[in-house]
């Protein structure tokens, strides 16, 4: 149970790997928002497999449906429904090992969980495939952020494997993220990190990374304390992303190591309004947004899917066994996840922003 | 708004730093379950304020009341309302300082949230103190897994500042952790931890750090994929503790930088069962226990409340200002912060638990 | 917003009439359920237009697809989402009369509550049509509760204008109902409702009706006090039902007139269990059933489109104007309401039954 | 579980009839209402029992505190907790009776959904006295419904027994109510509604009774379709009164019996506004508000406690048995239950009007 999330807008997930299709409806969207269904798909393409060489071979047009809740291009205040349908389906494989869970993969789990009744095939609702749904959500939210508030999200690859990618300007991280397939801001690092997915690749192992998340000209007084913070919702939604182990805000994990003179951020006026020196925070304080941009990072574990022997159980014969994983895979996930923590961060955020009354209800007619 | 948690257990937290109380509601605890309201106390204890020299020396009894719910010593099944009176009130202070936000607070978002109607003395909702409330329905929690499925869940220091505790085992875990001040279960790292907050003190500073929670004995086969994942859930309640910057579940950030190789956790069979011949994924999988100890670390911010001039901004007269913050506060929360870690987790574990079905929702008298 | 309802079986509706689709996800099936697609579409043709001379000539087919959350026929645990496809859409008419809201219906609070951006063809998300997704949802509750609980849900037609039916045995309903056009078990009240019926429609005018639900075989102890009664949640379900206007419980609405000692029903034993002398409660106490059969009666009001000229308000040039509707039309609604009033009544019921741990989040293999 | 109602107005309720106290967390209320604790004191001291010699002879002073979520007169935006202590308890009787459920009551029900471990006294979460807690919040609603839209709401008796009272108009309802013990409007009815529960009081009996709720001045627009419709919230709120068996909203039961044509409410222009001719509907059109007077009908059954020897299982031995009930009880629940009706629907109708963005999240400080 609970396949949705979300307060005032609200999305609900349903859809597996290897079913019919991979699909949400998303409730709560103000009436009003003309939604360009090529924005989505732009999204989705951004997401989709076999877009580079360094991805899955699995080959989705997913191509975006609207089957509810728009009208004339633009949303009706009505439930939206969108979806993907699966194409390219191998279902082969999964039958055979059925009974020998993947290390890494939810296999094992799920089947505790769901007493074996559990769609199995392609990993089913654990599977990476499901944030397609996510994206399509997000995107909407994205477009919602835009217009009406003038914020932008977006996300970046900053760290796989061994490669730390050098910080970047907001310029630079938007001009260059979308030019190469690992989705990295600094240049230089690219080929360092397309190298070492390639070397992980020929060896049939795989490689985590890290992606960060900006969101500028977020207006302060969006969140709140206790259950209702930025962090908690924004944390709760990106885990959602299969092979997500780690959320951190600002200076994240470093503030262990930090004092409170040199992290707290001083405030200061510009041009009559009230900033801050520094962003230490990632743009949340209370739970709720300060005006400066709000920055998470998510750390991703390596794709559980290697081509290398690995000892599991046979738990149909309760015996020690080794497997050995075909089919197709991404050898590092993070360059295809930029598109869906965009989508999870925004979605928080436009739900936040209608909460506070930020966002009307219904949207006002000079709203293109 | 939004000031609850949880879905079948449920808890709505109430109360200010300095208004009548701090409280909580807790929803859906099976009836039939034996508290004893000393084991609640202790807990308080060990989060109350002035229980050390290294603490704040607002001196809060905060002796436990519980004014619904409970029948002779046993959860009726309606909810249990649960609360401590503020006593040690000393809002002197706060109406000179109510227009100089302190920087690293939310004196300044809560004033946008709320426009101005917040009450912001002592730092009203946002305060640490609200973590009196988590603690009560923590430890109800922490009984209640105890006494169905054996589970325990304990949270100790593993940094503060820049010390670093070695890895401890379990046993020394659950040995050494309250036998000091800082809740460290690295015995020599305790008192350069003591020293360290001591010299910050000193210096009119703070520091941040982090803390590791286990729980032990989870039974596989608890939590959900999507918006149902154990990591989500957790997430969103550990945010709820001011200071949390970041979360990571078993090696956490370290994922970035590992293969699939190296951190897939093995299966393998002992005395007939499941099990994994590591833990990196901290017990959970695809949003699943596997049975194995669930773990992940905490980070802290250092306390924004330092007795050093800081930068800000009078928001009633818009012009740039200095402040230094006089009154009481702890050099470092951390220490303080592990029962309230350990009962959000326990919390969120539970209320996971009696979804599935593993605990009832009437407990039999068998069960002490 | 909001088109869920349920807490732990919980299903969103979307689709509008004149759009691509009539849908809605259903959450928190317990998996392992063996669903025959069959026994799903038989409630729908109930439900289905043109399905007898008394009923609009829109032509439906109403063709179930699941596209979600099944694997060998049986639930997975995966949220289910099934749909019909609209097919025989006649837009014509709705552009012209977009300005003149029709009497009776929801046009013109529809146009005040989404600002114009509603899709208004057919009436859109108000529409009798979005019952179809009720109806799907709703037998998969039925299943449910027979398969695990032995729980009969149905339900028959007891008013239609001033036609009343007598009391009719369990037995009686169960074998009337279905075999006349009017689902009335009274068998000498049908041909008087029918030739109701067919007076209203040939005088261009409409009728209302009540519907009675009984569920046999619910165990005692489901349910809650305060909000989580049965008859609340029942209530809200019911109210999703366009034309629904009142709810009854048991004696209902002649509870007013009563006095405490006449209809105070008393307890018994039969071999060896508690039962009651009679069920003037509709089975339900303190919000939680008592193992007598619930009874619930639910008031329809006409169908508000009928085939005379009716005065309204032009809304764009704001001046009274006369309105005529064509178009195709129930003259009563009532006898096609009855599977979706089952449908709603079995939802919440199912629910409440997993909430209290009455039927687990997985099933036996032996539940066939 | 589950004692909370409300999207993003929410209330959570708790206490029991003999247990210490009986109070309401209300999350979500905008920051900045004045909120005059002597309103909700009226409120209290109508619903209080021992305000007339028609009721129950239990004296609770109900005396409001208010121990969160105030400062300075207004709410702040954080969760306001309001309790009543529980002073003149006598649970005598109730350890003697415990094990002879009494007919009409939740006893049997309650001791068999939460396995015996239900605070029994008085009839613990399932007293008539939980409704202290609606009207503080409903009184919280009241006022912020007033001060943002200018909406009133107002309740009074308008059937006891077999009296019913003539129709009145708004103005004489608001004026005659309160002035007599049974709260009801048509003055000539009132003594005989009185002498209706004198004698029903001197033979032991008790009499049930239906109360008229109205809300005026409600601005078209506010609810929904599907889920979200006014009448399904109000009947949800209502039904978590004791005693309420049937909800109808306008003509309620009496559409059943109508035609179309004859009920349809016709649309008019009214000073450039527009309006209806009449308002069959009780201002609820497709879920949403149409601007007319929202009017429900709700009924009472007799209060189950009676003075006459019933027959009941020992539910220990399991044997039949006859049950005396001594001890304070109203004859008549009705009068007292006026201004808990009104909570009720006043809280649903604040709940949506902020839902849909008419009421805002901080109010002007112009709002006295």
């Given at each position: 149970m609970d396949n949705s999330i979300g307060k005032t807008l609200k999305m609900t997930s349903f859809g597996e790997s290897h079913g019919r299709c991979i699909g949400v409806v998303l409730d709560g969207c103000p009436a009003g928002l003309r939604v360009d269904p090529e924005e989505i798909q732009r999204d989705l393409d951004r997401r989709r497999p076999g877009q580079s060489g360094l991805t899955t071979s699995r080959n989705e047009g997913d191509r975006l449906e609207?089957?509810?809740?728009?009208h004339r291009g633009r949303t009706t205040g009505a439930p939206i429904c969108m979806l993907v349908w699966n194409k390219d389906?191998?279902?082969?494989g999964y039958e055979e090992r059925r009974w020998t869970p993947r290390p890494g993969h939810a296999d094992w789990t799920a089947h505790v969980r769901y007493g074996g009744f559990?769609?199995?095939?392609?990993?089913?609702?654990?599977?990476?495939?499901?944030?397609a749904g996510l994206v399509m959500t997000g995107t909407v939210a994205k477009i919602l952020l835009r217009k009406t508030l003038g914020v932008e999200v977006f996300a970046h690859t900053i760290e796989i494997g061994n490669v730390v990618a050098g910080d970047r300007t907001v310029e630079e991280i938007k001009e260059n993220t979308e030019g190469n397939p690992v989705r990295c801001a600094d240049t230089e690092a690219v080929a360092l990190m397309v190298e070492a997915i390639q070397m992980a690749a020929k060896e049939g192992d795989s490689l985590g990374g890290t992606i960060q998340c900006i969101a500028l000209?977020?207006?302060?007084?969006?969140g709140g304390p206790v259950f209702n913070t930025l962090e908690g919702d924004i944390s709760k939604a990106l885990f959602a992303i299969p092979a997500v182990k780690a959320i951190e805000f600002g200076l994240g994990t470093a503030y262990s190591k930090a004092r409170g003179y040199e992290v707290n951020d001083a405030y200061k006026l510009e041009r009559g309004k009230i900033t801050m020196e520094t962003n230490n925070a990632g743009g949340v304080l209370g739970g709720i947004s300060t005006g400066m941009p709000i920055t998470c990072n998510v750390t991703f574990k390596p794709t559980p899917s290697i081509r290398k022997s690995q000892q599991t159980v046979d738990i149909f014969k309760m015996e020690e066994t080794e497997l050995l994983i075909k089919g197709r895979h991404d050898p590092c996930i993070v360059p295809r996840a930029v598109p869906v923590v965009e989508g999870m961060v925004a979605f928080i955020l436009a739900d936040h922003a209608i909460r506070v009354g930020m966002i009307p209800k219904v949207l006002g007619r000079d709203i293109k």
């Open positions: 609207v089957i509810s809740g728009m389906r191998d279902s082969s559990n769609d199995y095939r392609g990993g089913g609702r654990f599977s990476g495939r499901i944030t000209n977020m207006p302060p007084g969006v």
